[in-house]
T-cell receptor
Framework: KQEVTQIPAALSVPEGENLVLNCSFT??????LQWFRQDPGKGLTSLLL?????REQTSGRLNASLDKSSGRSTLYIAASQPGDSATYLC????????FGTGTSLTVIP | GAVVSQHPSWVICKSGTSVKIECRSL??????MFWYRQFPKQSLMLMAT?????????EQGVEKDKFLINHASLTLSTLTVTSAHPEDSSFYIC???????????FGPGTRLLVL
């Protein structure tokens, strides 16, 4: 069964810093990988979707990479802002969505 | 992008009662809908997968007689929590697949509190 782990579980950084969130998965036979943002008590907002044939995707200050062979993905956030504070979830897609444990990010003004 | 709505967004009920949560795809036809549960500070766990017009497929450990899922149309799926207990208190999120696409579109979630 696919297991998805995210490190760190929580992260607190001062505004303006660049940061990296990590996602690892145990089964490399995946279709796609998707990063989401979840604000407290809210649903999911899709950030980036990386197809299995792709290495990375970029959207604004966000860049996500995928290395299927090593079972890893990273989400890079440039010039962090307080509005980026949220929980970030990665989901490995292989027949169904397997969600990671999440990283709770706090950006301090 | 495609929009999925859930109703209600919040529900508080007494132990032993049943609660129905609706999930609607507003601008696409969802041949498959998924129901997830999220406990505080935990990730989303898939409960069941439903295809329009057929019975839902439940994940291991999810009681199908307790969590009744109906997917009667391409735009509506319902989850009924029967005889709810405090341990059923959770955040329930649905999602839907647009026809032939891999992407799932997620609803805003329903928070259930059972007293």
């Amino acid at each position: 069964k696919q297991e998805v782990t995210q490190i760190p579980a929580a992260l607190s950084v001062p505004e303006g810093e660049n940061l990296v969130l990590n996602c690892s998965f145990t089964d490399s036979a995946i279709y796609n990988l998707q990063w989401f943002r979840q604000d407290p008590g809210k649903g999911l907002t899709s950030l980036l979707l990386i197809q299995s044939s792709q290495r990375e995707q970029t959207s604004g200050r966000l860049n996500a990479s995928l290395d299927k062979s090593s079972g890893r993905s990273t989400l890079y956030i440039a010039a962090s802002q307080p509005g980026d504070s949220a929980t970030y979830l990665c989901a490995v897609i292989g027949g169904q969505f397997y969600f990671g444990t999440g990283t709770s990010l706090t950006v301090i003004p | 992008g495609a929009v999925v709505s859930q109703h209600p967004s919040w529900v508080i009920c007494k132990s032993g009662t049943s609660v129905k949560i609706e999930c609607r795809s507003l601008d696409f036809q969802a041949t498959t809908m998924f129901w997830y549960r999220q406990f505080p500070k935990q990730s989303l766990m898939l409960m069941a997968t439903s295809n329009e017009g057929s019975k839902a497929t439940y994940e291991q450990g999810v009681e199908k007689d307790k969590f009744l899922i109906n997917h009667a149309s391409l735009t509506l799926s319902t989850l009924t929590v029967t005889s709810a207990h405090p341990e059923d208190s959770s955040f329930y999120i649905c999602s839907g697949n647009d026809r032939g696409q891999e992407t799932q579109y997620f609803g805003p979630g329903t928070r259930l509190l059972v007293l």
